[in-house]
């Protein structure tokens, strides 16, 4: 018996022992559970006191106790994250008993559960008309001296050149960042006047040994858009050659490393913000994917970024890459700004030649030195009756495509080289990328492995009639290069989310459009890019298309502006930029989308930013962030919901709510019926002390609107005026909604806001 009891000890021992080693805490049943990651939300409270403690003082007693900051083992402190700038509340990891307790006291308004975010150049500040010399905007406004721009990403390759502090000066007074290349080798870069502040925020700090150093290419690319310093010769494997430059190449950058590769977490996103408004950034740019129709008060990254707003910093977000379906579109607070992506006029150019003498312009950015053509050749489609393999190459067999021109569907937003890869692993030696119908006309310069062509649908229609016509077809690609000058230019990329906003449709979403396809900008050296015999070690400059590409110009302009108007608020600055933005192409004809159709304001927003217009506005439609508290009461989120975004206790009952269409926006979405509608709006002369400006309204004949009064007459700068807008049918309601223009016109000005008549059931 004795022998028994003392086999059990040994036995007990044996068993500390192990969990002592697998580091498994013993308190209590709740500590066996699966602990997740959720974001807190609290309401706003009294007293003072410390942050941190108040946000302990919600966990339930275990986990709040002095040594709960690591009684997670390896699973890290229970509170991972204590917001204080731009969020009421913390992060923190829970059981689910413990989340539900939580949730049950007295000042939490909700929970989040942990969810991930996706990711969503030489030639765009010339397209944008930002030209080197003494009289320019680009120059008058010192190329963004003296502004931080934040980015939110996957961090920076410091030692890139695009990022080099040639003629920027010290950092301004009153920045408080922090810099965490500690781990970079010396000589390989680090903060300077440039780059200003780095950080690394969870796993995007643990997946990387140099925290906020870029290891997947994307968080460079963007920061080097927004801004970029001047760098000369700047090119991807000699295309697209030229000087490089961000919008703002005498900007300061602060980069928050967000991101790993592959996703972003919304915990770390919220860390970003708030880190990024405390260090005292003046723009934010954002090119991470976003909650799609979310009510704002259940959207973190809105609610974070009304409180940026109201500390005076603009934040420019992307709209995502979910079009071109219709109310796919993100970020679509009316106190950010929604950048949709378009192209330029600039084509990376590879012609197919088909034995009928036909030729198709396409893109593709595996141009052979000498320029040769590839073929003719025999081509072939493995969609086509009689073949075993897919049509988007993804299958395919040897024998059906070894030495010949392979033509392929292409997959969407992503597939097109590993496509391409497939082919030239089965002996072809040639690919042809053809757009599904939804694709239109939008084509992508890619890194091939072997020459090939991205084209339009229509042109791939055209090939597949050819392939149908004759047993014996053949085609050629040709090598073009770079051209300057393609048309129709710009044209919204069908990848590009669209409005109506899902949280508010009221709002003209997407705000504007901005270069976002085939854009080269500054590079990180990636695994990610096969395609490259090197791995794209020597890989400097890379080109890369969606709204991720179009949000940095924005935010760079943002910069400029903010530079030349310190004074100008973010809605301000917003509204310079929308009310200029160009609704015609390069050749006057209207924007066209992916289709080449007229695009729509839900496609393009205001129009395509035209920054050498924006800097002198003439008038500006202004909002204060108290302003945006009468909307929100309007959309009927209670005083609650309410609360949660104003970050401060607000009572809908004691003030007037006001639509939608009340909001002083510079756009108009004016639901009508049968009945007239009539929305109020104030402007505030921002160009000259003594104008005249003339109401110009350009509507369908159904519609009529009237504008009172009809001329605003302006004698001192900073001067505010108000009018009414009534519109209504002339005759029948037309169920498919109508599009068109306010204008205020002056000798000097034109002030262009949409006009939006929903189609019935928009």
Known sequence: MEMHKT???????????????????LRGAGYLQERK?????????????????????????????????????????????????????????????????????????RLYPEVFLPLATTRSPGFLGLHLGNDGFW??????????????????????????????????????????????????????????????????????????????????????????????????????????????????????????????????????LDAAVRDGVDVLSFSIGAYSGTQFNYDPIAIAAFKAMERGIFVSCAAGNAGPDPGTVGNGAPWMLTVAAGTMDRAIRTNVRLGNGEEFHGESLFQPSNNSAAGPLPLVYPGAD????????????????????????????????????????????????????????TTFADAHVLPASHISYDAGSRILAYLNSTPNATASIEFRGTVIGSYPSPAVTFFSSRGPSKASPGILKPDITGPGMNILAAWAPSDSHTEFADGGAGLSF????????????????????????????????????????????????????????????????????????????????????????????????????????????????????????????????????????????????????????????????DVSVTVQPPTLRFTELKEKQSFTVTVRWAGQPNVAGAEGNLKWVSDDYIVRSPLLIPAKGD
């Open 7 to 25: 086999g059990r000890r040994r036995l007990a021992s044996l068993l500390l022992l192990l969990l002592s080693s697998l580091q498994l805490p």
């Open 37 to 109: 990651n959720y974001i807190v939300h609290l309401r706003p409270r009294d007293g003072g006191g410390s942050v941190e403690e108040w946000h302990r003082s919600f966990l339930p007693q275990a986990a709040a106790g002095p040594d709960s900051a690591a009684d997670g083992g390896d699973e890290g402190p229970r509170i991972i994250y204590s917001y204080t700038d731009v969020f009421t509340g913390f992060a923190a990891r829970l059981t689910d008993e413990e989340a539900d307790a939580v949730r049950a006291t007295d000042g939490c308004a």
């Open 139 to 272: 120059s008058r406004s010192g190329f963004g001296r003296g502004v931080v721009i934040g980015i939110l990403d996957t961090g920076i390759l410091p030692s890139h050149p695009s990022f080099g502090d040639d003629g920027i000066q010290p950092p301004p007074k009153g920045w408080n960042g922090t810099c965490e290349f500690k781990a970079v080798a010396a000589g390989n870069g680090g903060c300077n006047n440039k780059i200003i502040g780095a950080r690394a925020f969870g796993s995007a700090a643990v997946n990387s040994t140099a925290p906020p150093v870029d290891d997947a290419g994307h968080g460079t690319h963007t920061a080097s858009t927004a801004a970029g310093n001047f760098v000369e010769n700047a090119n991807v494997r000699g295309n697209a050659d030229g000087t490089a430059s961000g919008m703002a190449p005498h900007a300061h950058l602060a980069v928050y490393k967000v991101c790993t590769r592959s996703r972003c977490s919304i915990m770390d996103i919220i860390a970003g």
């Open 386 to 441: 009689g073949f075993d393999a897919s049509r988007d190459c993804s299958v395919l067999r040897g024998s059906e495509v070894a030495g010949k021109v392979v033509l392929c569907e292409s997959r969407g937003l992503s597939g097109r080289v590993e496509a391409g890869q497939t082919v030239a692993a089965y002996g072809g030696a040639g690919m042809v990328v053809m757009n599904r119908a939804a694709d239109g006309y």
């Open 542 to 701: 890379f080109v890369e298309s969606g709204t991720s590409m179009s949000t940095p110009h924005l935010s760079g302009i943002a910069a400029l502006l903010k530079s030349l108007h310190p004074d100008w608020s973010p809605a301000a600055i917003k509204s310079a930029m929308m009310t200029t933005s160009d609704a015609v192409d390069r050749t006057g004809l209207p924007i066209k989308d992916e289709q080449y159709r007229h695009a729509t304001f839900y496609a393009m927003g205001a129009g395509y930013v035209n920054p050498a217009l924006a800097f002198d506005p003439g008038l500006v439609y202004d909002l204060a962030a108290d302003d945006y508290i009468p909307y929100l009461c309007g959309l009927g989120l209670g005083d609650d919901g309410v609360t949660e975004i104003a970050h401060r206790p607000v009572a809908c009952a004691g003030l007037r709510s006001i639509t939608e269409a009340e909001l002083n926006y510079p756009s108009l979405v004016v639901n009508l019926l049968s009945q007239p509608i009539t929305v109020n709006r104030t402007v505030t002369n921002v160009g000259k002390p003594n104008s005249v400006y003339t109401a110009v309204v350009d509507m369908p004949k």
